[in-house]
Antibody, heavy 119, light 107 residues
Framework: EVQLSESGGGLVQPGGSLRLSCAASGFTFSNYAMGWVRQAPGKGLEWVSAISGSASITYYADSVKGRFTISRDNSKNTLFLQMNTLRAEDTAVYYC????????????WGQGTLVTVSS | DIQMTQSPSSLSASVGDRVTITCRASQGISNYLAWYQQKPGKVPKLLIYATSTLQSGVPSRFSGSGSGTDFTLTISSLQPEDVATYYCQKYNSAPNTFGQGTKLEIK
């Protein structure tokens, strides 16, 4: 059974940093691209970033490019999202998700971790 | 970047009704289109990928069609458990943008 479990969310001041982690199990982690999707309170889904299985290719939404860095440790089946220079508009539930094919759609999602950016 | 626009933004229908949600891409995306269902307070669930392929376990009353820039999600006979917000997502090339969502309620 595929399981994804995010951690690392919390309250951070504007301009601060946070690192999210996602522990994966139930599949061969290194064979699949992974991604992050966020959802601001009461709003829709926003694609944030994705990384190939080998970690050789990364992709970012314009809204986070230059501030967020996606990475993975295939030896520990863990996905990361380093978030720097956080803004109030980054406040959201951040979901870790497994890509079904290539760097495309997501077939499994974690429960999400809440990031709140506020002074 | 390619924008994804869903219509309507919200929809109210009766149990047993045929429901259609549309998704339009600002540029052609071939058939690289997925649909998700997010029930209130729950995690999104993949319903359909490659425009028309049902994910395992998804009821057959759900179907998808389209190509290029115009796509539809159809529920052939609406059930009470289908109350949710539905999102389309393009994935031909990153950024793999989502539509803004369509909130479906029972009349």
């Amino acid at each position: 059974e595929v399981q994804l479990s995010e951690s690392g969310g919390g309250l951070v001041q504007p301009g601060g940093s946070l690192r999210l982690s996602c522990a994966a199990s139930g599949f061969t982690f290194s064979n699949y691209a992974m991604g992050w999707v966020r959802q601001a309170p009461g709003k829709g889904l926003e694609w944030v970033s994705a990384i190939s299985g080998s970690a050789s290719i990364t992709y970012y939404a314009d809204s986070v490019k230059g501030r967020f860095t996606i990475s993975r440790d295939n030896s520990k089946n863990t996905l990361f999202l380093q978030m720097n220079t956080l803004r109030a508009e980054d406040t959201a539930v951040y979901y870790c998700a497994k890509v079904r094919w290539a760097v495309g759609d997501f077939d499994y999602w974690g429960q999400g971790t809440l990031v709140t950016v506020s002074s | 970047d390619i924008q994804m626009t869903q219509s309507p933004s919200s929809l109210s229908a009766s149990v047993g009704d045929r429901v259609t949600i549309t998704c339009r891409a600002s540029q052609g995306i071939s058939n690289y289109l997925a649909w998700y269902q997010q029930k209130p307070g729950k995690v999104p669930k993949l319903l359909i990928y490659a425009t028309s392929t049902l994910q395992s376990g998804v009821p057959s009353r759900f179907s998808g069609s389209g190509s290029g820039t115009d796509f539809t999600l159809t529920i052939s006979s609406l059930q009470p458990e289908d109350v949710a917000t539905y999102y389309c997502q393009k994935y031909n090339s990153a950024p793999n943008t989502f539509g803004q969502g369509t909130k479906l309620e029972i009349k």
